[in-house]
């Protein structure tokens, strides 16, 4: 099993659309939870980091469940420049030393 | 925000040949350097973990000898790959924690790696 596992993608979607794209991880003492984006041929840039009682940033919501080592990134009101691969993230041990999931690309469509 | 610079971006080389990237943490203290490789249409893997003053931690299936990590000071740290083949080409990013603020990973933007 991987470490972290993502939905597999690509999402295909409208302009305006809300996507939720969901995340799994088998450490259960992991410690910090990030959502990172990927633009094709660049490195990962930090989205947001997730905490247990949820947070928001703007159309961006991550909620992370840990009993269920569950993380999920809601994106409201879908922009083309949200065009990107979507990368869950954990930090098994806090020391910096990340693990990536698969990544769901994701396409918004005018 | 925390700055790391990785060099070059892009470098073609010839089969057998070794390509050396540089990562560097311009206005902070890296005590740790973190190497990944990313193939087309994959996720970033993790290939070692490059502590200053001391041998890098490597992957399980990474090879040592191949990909030499030296991490001599706090704001340097390289990679070097070694008799490169063209299963080698990839794309090779380095991160780095600030000292004191270790949850948190700063990216270069990336080496783009042919071998020809």
């Known amino acids: 099993r991987k470490e972290v596992e993502q939905d597999p993608g690509p999402f295909n979607v409208p302009e305006g659309a809300t996507v939720a794209f969901n995340c799994t991880y088998s450490n259960s003492a992991s410690q910090s939870f990030f959502w990172y984006r990927q633009d094709c041929r660049k490195e990962p840039k930090l989205l947001m980091s997730?905490?247990?009682s949820g947070n928001e940033d703007g159309r961006f919501t991550a909620q992370l469940n840990r009993a269920s080592q569950y993380i999920s990134l809601l994106i409201r009101d879908s922009k083309l420049s949200d065009s990107a691969t979507y990368l869950c993230?954990?930090?098994?041990?806090?020391?910096?030393?990340?693990?990536f999931g698969q990544g769901t690309e994701l396409s918004v469509k005018p | 925000g925390a700055v790391v610079s990785q060099h070059p971006s892009r470098v073609i080389c010839k089969s057998g040949t070794s390509v050396k990237i540089e990562c560097r943490s311009l206005?902070?203290?890296?005590?740790?350097m973190f190497w990944y490789r990313q193939f087309p249409k994959q996720s970033l893997m993790l290939m070692a973990t490059s502590n200053e003053g001391s041998k890098a931690t490597y992957e399980q299936g990474v090879e040592k000898d191949k990909f030499l990590i030296n991490h001599a000071s706090l704001t340097l740290s390289t990679l070097t790959v070694t008799s490169a083949h063209p299963e080698d080409s990839s794309f090779y990013i380095c991160s780095a924690t600030h000292r004191g603020r270790n949850t948190e990973a700063f990216f270069g933007q990336g080496t783009r790696l042919t071998v020809v």
């Open positions: 997730v905490y247990s």
């Open positions: 206005d902070f203290q890296a005590t740790t």
């Open positions: 993230v954990v930090n098994p041990r806090g020391a910096g030393k990340l693990i």
